[in-house]
């Protein structure tokens, strides 16, 4: 079955740290790149950040360069997220989605669920 | 970084067409044929409905179609159904960041 799965949303402290997982199955991981996307509540999507399909190029949104970091194991078909310095903007839920092989621009063919992170003292 | 312009929300009767609007600069939607939208129901993740601005993925019904002039790309839906009430979102590339969503449209269909 092919699918996106995240984990490791929780409530932080602002200031603290956390790490996402976004377990992949039924497709070849590196075959793609990988995105992370997420929503405020009740807002709008934001794209936060993308890495290439064998790991070595990454862009983030200006709102977590310095902060977040994209990794990926394609043996693990598994991408990461470690977000650190996290404040009360960055509550959202956070979605991995697989750019569109077919598309030469950004379009996003699959996505998670996604994994809540809440920011609150 | 300021996300594309979409109108807050469309609304239509079954049957009927509506178009919603998605408008940047000539750094993201002008500049490139890189135009995406994305259907998204309450608490569910979006759904991609169109890429490269008008193209369908597979399993897309042809009732959505999209465009694009100048700066302004749009989503058509035509045949409005009940189904289709939920939000959609354009998204481009942007030259000094390489992907900028639209601050999303609610469509509602009376």
Known sequence: QVQLVESGGDVVKPGGSLRLSCAASGFTLSDYYMNWIRQAPGKGLEWVSYITGGGSTKYYADSVKGRFTISRDNAKNSLYLQMNSLTAEDTAVYYCARWELAAAGPSFDLWGRGTLVTVSS | ?110
């Open chain 2, 1 to 110: 970084q300021s996300a594309l312009t979409q109108p807050a929300s469309v609304s239509g009767s079954p049957g009927q067409s509506i178009t919603i609007s998605c408008t940047g600069t000539s750094s993201d939607v002008g500049g490139y044929n890189y135009v995406s939208w994305y259907q998204q129901h309450l608490d569910k993740a979006p759904k991609l409905m169109i890429y490269d601005v008008s193209n369908r993925p597979s399993g897309v019904s042809n009732r959505f179609s999209g465009s694009k002039s100048g700066n302004t790309a749009s989503l058509t839906i035509s045949g409005l159904q009940a189904e289709d009430e939920a939000d959609y979102y354009c998204c481009s590339y942007r030259s000094i960041s390489p992907v900028v969503f639209g601050g999303g449209t609610k469509v509602t269909v009376l």
